[in-house]
T-cell receptor, first 115, second 116 residues
Framework: QKEVEQNSGPLSVPEGAIASLNCTYSDRGSQSFFWYRQYSGKSPELIMS????GDKEDGRFTAQLNKASQYVSLLIRDSQPSDSATYLC???????????????FGTGTRLQVTL | ETGVTQTPRHLVMGMTNKKSLKCEQHLGHNAMYWYKQSAKKPLELMFV???????ENNSVPSRFSPECPNSSHLFLHLHTLQPEDSALYLCASSQESTAWVDDEQFFGPGTRLTVL
């Protein structure tokens, strides 16, 4: 079983719709969860972090975390063509014993927002 | 662009060449990372340096050799690479503490490496 799983997509949504991106993880001890956006040919850009169960909203983005189900999602409201990118889920898989955070990434979900 | 820079942005090398990738962070962070990104694969953590000390190797082949002379600079020395090493190499940095929150990593633009 992969440590962090995402549907590779592409996920196609029309402009103005809500895009829902999902991620599951295998390590129950995971503490921190991140969503990165990566445009083609570019490096990942952090867009959301979440540490507690429930929802966290930032503008058009909402991250949702359910540790009991080992599930984290990202909702993008009012999707725009500029949101078309690959979205990477990253998880801090174990309690950190040192001073460096060793994130585990999923393969990413490619989102296409159509006009 | 974030406060993490990488040079060169593109590199083509033969299998017998020796080259180095450079990363510099201007964010005052105390941890730096090298990742490899290949097509259709998750980001692979290669090396982690925390406070200039290497804390993670992740079984990377010895043809990749990291160097971290100070908390702002990170190098990846390459020699006798194989064509399957062609990938996007990403550097990242973070400010680490004992707190759980804010383990956010910030990435540089990457070096696109092609090994012929």
């Amino acid at each position: 079983q992969k440590e962090v799983e995402q549907n590779s997509g592409p996920l196609s949504v029309p402009e103005g719709a809500i895009a829902s991106l999902n991620c599951t993880y295998s390590d129950r001890g995971s503490q921190s969860f991140f969503w990165y956006r990566q445009y083609s040919g570019k490096s990942p850009e952090l867009i959301m972090s979440i540490y507690s169960n429930g929802d966290k909203e930032d503008g058009r983005f909402t991250a949702q975390l359910n540790k009991a189900s080992q599930y984290v999602s990202l909702l993008i409201r009012d999707s725009q063509p500029s949101d078309s990118a690959t979205y990477l889920c990253a998880v801090l898989p174990k309690p950190r014993t040192g001073t460096a955070s060793k994130l585990t990434f999923g393969t990413g979900t490619r989102l296409q927002v159509t006009l | 662009e974030t406060g993490v820079t990488q040079t060169p942005r593109h590199l083509v090398m033969g299998m017998t060449n020796k080259k180095s990738l450079k990363c510099e962070q201007h964010l005052g962070h105390n941890a730096m990372y090298w990742y490899k990104q290949s097509a259709k694969k998750p980001l692979e953590l290669m090396f982690v340096y925390s406070l200039e000390e290497r804390v993670e190797n992740n079984s990377v082949p010895s043809r990749f050799s990291p160097e971290c002379p100070n908390s702002s600079h990170l190098f990846l020395h390459l020699h006798t690479l194989q064509p399957e090493d062609s990938a996007l190499y990403l550097c990242a940095s973070s400010q680490e503490s004992t707190a759980w929150v804010d383990d956010e990593q910030f990435f540089g633009p990457g070096t696109r490496l092609t090994v012929l």
